[in-house]
C-alpha cells in the first residue's frame, strides 16, 4: 500500500530545534552510581542554561523551576511528570531537572539518561508520539478505517486518541504487546521505525540509535514523502 503523494503538504510534527550530543557513558556503573550521577549532571545543566550559582540541593532546583516537588509522594505522581513533560515539549528547558528527579527516584534511570542527553532541546520520541505522527502522514490510507468498529487497547482506554491509534495498529504499522497494550509512554526505537520504513521513509533511510527525537522523525517521514513525490 502505497502512501499518497500529498503527505507533503502536511505540517511538521514539531518545530523544535534539535542537536545531536554524545551518548551520557554510564552503561556498566551500579544504578545508585547512575543515579547520583544522573542528579549532578542535571544540577550543573541547570546552572549552565540558567547562568546561576549551582546549589547542591535537589529541592532548591526543584522550587526554581517552578515546581514544589518536595516529597516522595510528588516524586511519584503522575499529574507532576505530565506537567514537567508538557512543559519540556512547549520548550521551557527548566522542566528537565525535576523530570530527572522524577524518572531517577522511580527508578527509571534509562529514560532519565536519554533526557539528558537531549538536555531538554531534543524531544524523544514514545509510542504514543509515533502513532499521532503516523495517523497525520497515513492519514489517507487511515481514513476508512477510522469507520470499522476495532478494538481499543486496555491502556489506550482514556486516551483522546484511542480509536486513531487503534487504527494505526490494525493498518499494521505498529504492534501492540502480547497482553495486548498499546504502551504509549515507551521510547521509541529502530525496531519500530523499521516497521514502517519501506512504506513511510526514503530508499536511503538509516536509523540505528536506541531512540530517536521529533525533529529527526519528522525529517524522516518529510525526506519519505519527497522522495515518493519524485522531488
Sequence with gaps: MKCCSSHQNGAGITQLAECQLPKLNVAGSTPVTRSILLIILALLLHSSINAAPLYTSPDFWLMASGYGLMNESDLHSPISERSLLLQLKNGNRKALVPLVHILVASGRI???EVWMEGRGIIIPVTRRDLGIALSWYGRFELHSV???????????????????????????WMHSSQDGCFHPDLLVGSSDLDIIAMQFFSSSYSWDSEWIGMTSLDSLFLEGARERDGL
Design 146 to 172: 477510522m469507520t470499522l468498529d476495532l478494538p481499543i487497547p486496555p491502556d489506550l482506554e482514556d486516551d483522546d486518541y484511542a480509536y486513531t491509534l487503534a487504527a494505526v495498529l490494525y493498518m499494521g
Design 110 to 112: 534509562e529514560y532519565a
